[in-house]
């Protein structure tokens, strides 16, 4: 129970209606923090603010999105710092997230977890440059073996090596 609660704390509050389709809005987990850190920095700049106006929340007050401001950047600084540490990232990223969730609005936050998720994706991915001549090859052993993929080709040849490896 006490496990529900916590997650439910840590949902992003709508602002306007909530969405009746589609995934809910998350905040910031622990294991983002690396790739999603910088990405935070860039966007929650006050140039930034003036480029993108739909993605910030509007304040009443003239003062209150720069204090905001400051709030947030000493939050990503010591929630840095201590996942740097390794330990007791929890309330740090908590807090962290009740700012995000505060200056960010529904729109906004859709667009920063889109890059952030494009950002993950390029990570998990590395380019390779080989010659044509080669990729024929490859395009022919895919085809001759039924292969969808140049990672499952790749993954297919890697996994016979060490078998004609020991052949010899």
Same mark, same amino acid.
């Given at each position: 129970?006490?496990?529900?609660?916590?997650?439910?704390?840590?949902?992003?509050? @709508?602002h306007?209606?909530?969405?009746?389709?589609g995934?809910? $809005?998350?905040? $910031?987990e622990? =294991?983002?923090?690396?790739?999603?850190?910088?990405?935070? @920095? !860039?966007?929650?700049?006050?140039? =930034?603010?003036?480029? !993108?106006?739909?993605?910030?929340?509007?304040?009443?007050?003239?003062?209150?999105?720069?204090? $905001?401001?400051?709030?947030?950047?000493?939050?990503?600084?010591?929630?840095?710092?201590?996942?740097?540490?390794?330990?007791?990232?929890?309330?740090?990223?908590?807090?962290?997230?009740?700012?995000?969730?505060? @200056?960010?609005?529904?729109?906004?936050?859709?667009?920063?977890?889109?890059? $952030?998720?494009?950002?993950?994706?390029?990570?998990?991915?590395?380019?390779?440059?080989?010659?044509?001549?080669?990729?024929?090859?490859?395009?022919?052993?895919?085809?001759?073996?039924?292969?969808?993929?140049?990672?499952q080709?790749?993954?297919?040849?890697?996994?016979?090596?060490?078998?004609?490896? =020991? =052949?010899?």
């Amino acid at each position: 129970m006490q496990k529900k609660i916590d997650n439910a704390g840590q949902s992003w509050q @709508y602002h306007q209606q909530k969405p009746t389709a589609g995934r809910k $809005l998350k905040l $910031l987990e622990a =294991e983002e923090l690396l790739v999603a850190l910088p990405l935070i @920095y !860039r966007l929650i700049s006050l140039a =930034e603010v003036e480029k !993108r106006k739909d993605w910030f929340c509007e304040f009443e007050k003239t003062g209150e999105r720069e204090q $905001l401001y400051i709030m947030l950047t000493e939050s990503l600084s010591s929630l840095n710092k201590i996942r740097k540490q390794a330990n007791g990232v929890d309330n740090a990223l908590e807090q962290t997230n009740l700012l995000l969730n505060r @200056y960010f609005s529904d729109h906004g936050w859709r667009m920063v977890r889109k890059e $952030l998720s494009q950002i993950k994706k390029r990570k998990k991915k590395s380019h390779i440059e080989i010659g044509n001549d080669l990729v024929i090859k490859l395009k022919e052993f895919m085809a001759s073996n039924q292969i969808d993929t140049f990672d499952q080709a790749i993954d297919h040849l890697l996994s016979e090596y060490p078998k004609s490896s =020991e =052949e010899n």
